[in-house]
Structure formats: C-alpha cells, structure tokens
Nanobody, 114 residues
Framework: VQLQAFGGGLVQAGGSLRLSCAAS????????MGWYRQAPGKQREWVAS???????RYVDVVKGRFSISTNNAKNTMYLQMNSLKPEDTAVYYC?????????WGQGTQVTVSS
C-alpha cells in the first residue's frame, strides 16, 4: 500500500482546508485509515480514523470541526478541517493498516495563522 497526502497550506484562523490521501496498491486489504499530526516540538498525535465498516472516530479537540471520509472507490481519504485554530498547525500524516502491516504517507504541512 502506498499513501500520498496533499492539500495542506496556509490558512487564517477560522478558515477551512481539505486534506486528501491517495491510496494505491493492495487497498482491498486495508482495515482502517486515519490521520495523525505532529506539531513543532510535540509528539505525533492521532487525529481521526475510519474503519472498514465506516465507523469514524476523532480526538476530542477536533470533534465538530474535522470530518474524515473516503470516496466510493475507497482509494482516497479526506480530512475536511473547518474552524481551524492556530493550535491545529502541524504536519499531517495519513495512515492505513492491513492485517500484516501499517503504512504511512508523507506529511503535508498545515499552518493556521492567528
């Protein structure tokens, strides 16, 4: 499985961005997909995930503002981010797991200015 994340950028506080993660390879084996982020000087943290049965989970600080989804073909995952705050500034990574392994895409930078 190969993952490629894109869609980051610079946005003012209160604005929106949509991140995308394109998956290729043996995507039929994917169980869960998700997003993590890492802010400068901080540990990487889980942001949101979506299981193969469609269950969605979010870290408390983004609930009501972020939304995770996939397209019908299940080869692209999205993270719609609304009401962005400066503390959302981080490098965002998409992930996917299969029964045998975990996969990570390269990060995409999100910067929220105050």
């Amino acid at each position: 499985v190969q993952l490629q994340a894109f869609g980051g950028g610079l946005v003012q506080a209160g604005g929106s961005l949509r991140l995308s993660c394109a998956a290729s390879g043996t995507i039929f084996s994917i169980n869960n997909m998700g997003w993590y982020r890492q802010a400068p000087g901080k540990q990487r943290e889980w942001v949101a995930s979506m299981s193969s049965d469609g269950t969605k989970r979010y870290v408390d600080v983004v609930k009501g503002r972020f939304s995770i989804s996939t397209n019908n073909a299940k080869n692209t995952m999205y993270l719609q981010m609304n009401s962005l705050k400066p503390e959302d500034t981080a490098v965002y990574y998409c992930t996917a797991d299969t029964p045998s392994d975990d996969y990570w895409g390269q990060g995409t930078q999100v910067t929220v200015s105050s």
